[in-house]
């Protein structure tokens, strides 16, 4: 759905109407640094994420090497 000059216009008359001229920068700053703090959770959560992911490869990489020692000991006896 995209919204042509007239439609943004008479969304930014309205918008004018009902909070003023004085509320608009306040709004829009605030609504930037409500934009900033969740790309930046976002971004916590990821990393975090990725950390997660590749702590559980090396377990897992860990356990495998582990497992696959123990199997070469047995059948050397």
């Known amino acids: ?3 042509g000059w007239q439609e943004l216009s008479l969304l930014f008359l309205v918008v004018l109407l009902i909070f003023g001229a004085k509320r608009i920068p306040e709004i829009a700053r605030s609504l930037g640094k409500a934009t900033k703090e969740f790309k930046k959770a976002k971004d916590n959560i ?4 990725e950390e997660m992911m590749d702590a559980s490869e090396k377990l897992a990489e860990k356990d495998s090497k582990k497992d ?9 006896s």
């Open 1 to 3: 759905m995209s919204f």
């Open 68 to 76: 696959s020692d123990e199997t070469d000991k047995s059948s050397k």
């Open 46 to 49: 990821v990393k975090e994420s």
